[in-house]
Nanobody
Framework: QGELVESGGGLVQPGGSLRLSCAAS????????MGWYRQAPGKQREMVAT?????????KYADSVKGRFTISRDNAKNTVYLQMSSLKPEDTAVYYC???????????WGQGTQVTVSS
């Protein structure tokens, strides 16, 4: 089934930076696309960024984070990262790591990590 454990969330001032990490275990990490999603209070969960399997040559970003967030992966460490810069109060949410689904294999989610952007 696999397990995903996020870390790195916290309280940061507007304009600040954070790096989220997602440690994966229990599955062959490098063959899966991975993603970061977020859910703010009262809102639906939304895609933030995704990265392709293997070398991670293909990435996608939500328009709201383009140019500010960077997704990356380290297959040797079975970890996917989200570097967040120029943070805004509207980035406040619980951030979730996701193993994207493959044929016959459903998606998997981490437990989430809270990011709060406030002065």
């Amino acid at each position: 089934q696999g397990e995903l454990v996020e870390s790195g969330g916290g309280l940061v001032q507007p304009g600040g930076s954070l790096r989220l990490s997602c440690a994966a275990s229990g599955f062959i990490f490098n063959i899966y696309d991975m993603g970061w999603y977020r859910q703010a209070p009262g809102k639906q969960r939304e895609m933030v960024a995704t990265i392709s399997s293997g070398a991670g040559d293909s990435t996608k970003y939500a328009d709201s984070v383009k140019g500010r967030f960077t997704i990356s992966r380290d297959n040797a460490k079975n970890t996917v990262y989200l570097q967040m810069s120029s943070l805004k109060p509207e980035d406040t949410a619980v951030y979730y790591c996701k193993r994207e689904p493959r044929i016959y294999i459903e998606a998997a989610w981490g437990q989430g990590t809270q990011v709060t952007v406030s002065s």
